[in-house]
């Protein structure tokens, strides 16, 4: 698995990409480098990689980046009285790969700076833990993590307070946002009992869910050194208060599932970031993030049907999420980004865009959707009943997201100011998503679980040139790509599970879907050779049907778990040209 992702993350090193709107041109006073004495008194020796200009600029720095990181989140619960430890949740060893655009806009001192984030989660567990006198003897569960996903936005207002040409130091104050939803699966014993002893709960059965969910400030301070041309060290530190606003679903408890958590708490996040400048105004990078946030707070209890009598316990949540990212950018201002390019032509011969190109892809998709049940027999188990009927539901909610990362080729035909072309994709697709809901009256259990594996297009794409090197398209064909769902419907027997009377029907499909796609983007040329683009694409792969058949030795209870395949896409990349 580490091995497998590493391996990723070195493709996406060269994959990363921009997303930026070139709408006007950036203007820079001229800058004698030769008066910061060495290394910079010789800028022939480095051409397009002089210092940074001195302020009084205006630059825009935006890129892509792909973040492997690591975590937990653990919520303990107390007594009313906050002194007894009630219970404990731990999910932990939670693997994430998420998609990230960022972005710095400076103008003269004042800069404003951000990055939006979201992929999934792979691998973890999760721990329950039920704590005496409460519970006797101590219990404790382990579940296992999958379909999850992750979400981040953060967005800060800074000033320069110093800026020696090669080195720049900064405050800022912003605000910043977190939310995962962590779906948990199967049930086994690992201390103690009877929650899911003496026979463990399968892992299609989706158990226990965590909803975090935080609303951050954040005031910290950033900085960068250029140490030696072209190569960059930054570094941003923030202490964040926040404010959580959570949510604990229990599927096999209904009297219990959907708990609202809420705390207050503080914490930060650090990163640190190494760039290199590999060509004009773009960079490469290699970083490190760490983020951490506690606070106490309560579960409420108070607010379920017919447990207002219990009222809120106190409750305190820790999470932390740390890993590594690579980073691709492009600097528009910058002294390194040059004169304008010779090739801003709109005359159809020779031009620049006609050719062939090809380069790397990597994105972030998400979709809210849901699986349907539909009754095949009129037999259906012991529950009697499907499909809107009490102990399956007609559909449940399924929200799924994650990231993307491939290869894109094809070729343009230029005339004027218009590009018409041909392309295709492939890429790797983490997208997945996964729900369940308990009859409360039968005690069924349903779960829905779908995934997306690999995706790619065939498409036309037609553009306008607004400038010679900045062009806008809209893009529309073919979509293909490898769905998986899988549906239960069980009734729960922590004695003799799938057996006599209880429900017990299972299925999962996995195959090819082709659809249709269709979006818009944009693309701007570095350079005669290259280009940098970014695109919004909607797709739908239509529906895969499970078969569901209840494998008891009760009345059969056979019925299709539908679940649709489309979402919106977000992806940025380059292009190389011949």
Known sequence: MFSRALCLAALLATT??????????????EFDASALGAPYAQPAAWPGLSPIAPIQRMTMETGMRYWFSSGRYKLNLYDTSGSLNVSRLTYDGSVAQTAEAYWRFDYNRTFVKGNLGGGSFSGGHMSDQDFPPITRPESNTRQEIKDSTVRYANVDLGYTLVDTGFAGLGAFVGYGYWAERLNTFGCAQQIGGPVCSPVAIGTNVNTLNGEPV????????????????????????????????????????????GVALDAEGNGF????????????????????????????????????????????????????????????G????????????????????????????????VGYGANLSKTDAA???????????????????????????????????????????????????????????????????????????????????????VGYLLTGDFMIFGTAGAAFGDVKSEFSAQRISTSVPCAGTALCANGAV??????????????YRINSWSSVKAEALYYDLGSANASVNDTSAGQPANFDGSSKFNAGLLRSGINFHW
């Open 16 to 29: 990363a990409s921009v997303s930026v709107v070139h709408a006007y041109s950036f203007k820079e006073p």
């Open 214 to 257: 935080w609303n951050m400030l954040r005031v910290g301070a950033a900085g960068s050194w250029e140490f030696y041309p072209g190569l960059k060290l930054s570094a941003d530190a923030a202490y964040v208060r926040g404010w959580f606003a959570g949510k604990d679903f229990h599927v096999l408890r209904p009297d219990i599932n």
């Open 269 to 328: 996040m650090v990163e640190s970031i190494l760039s290199w400048q590999v060509m004009q105004g773009l960079s490469l990078g290699v970083g490190g993030r760490w983020w951490h946030i506690e606070g106490d707070g309560s579960s409420r209890f108070d607010a379920l049907p017919g447990l207002a009598g219990i009222g809120a316990q106190p409750i305190k949540v820790e999470q932390d999420r740390y890993g590594v990212f690579l980073q691709a």
């Open 330 to 361: 492009y600097k528009f201002g910058d002294r390194a980004a040059g004169v304008a390019v010779p090739y801003s032509t709109f005359n159809g011969a020779g031009s620049s865009w006609t050719g062939f190109y090809a380069g790397p892809v």
């Open 375 to 461: 009754r095949l027999s009129p037999n259906t188990g012991a529950a009697n009943v499907i499909a809107g009927m009490g102990a399956v539901p007609a559909s449940i909610p399924v929200s799924a997201g994650g990231v993307t990362a491939g290869l894109t080729v094809g070729y343009n035909w230029q005339f004027s100011r218009e590009v018409i072309g041909a392309e295709g994709d492939f890429s790797y697709a983490r997208i997945a998503g996964a729900n369940g809901w308990t009859d409360p009256a039968t005690g069924v259990t349903t779960t829905a679980e779908q995934s997306l594996g690999w995706f790619g297009t065939l498409r036309a794409r």
């Open 510 to 523: 996995s195959k090819v879907r082709v659809g249709w796609t269709a979006g818009a983007g944009i693309e």
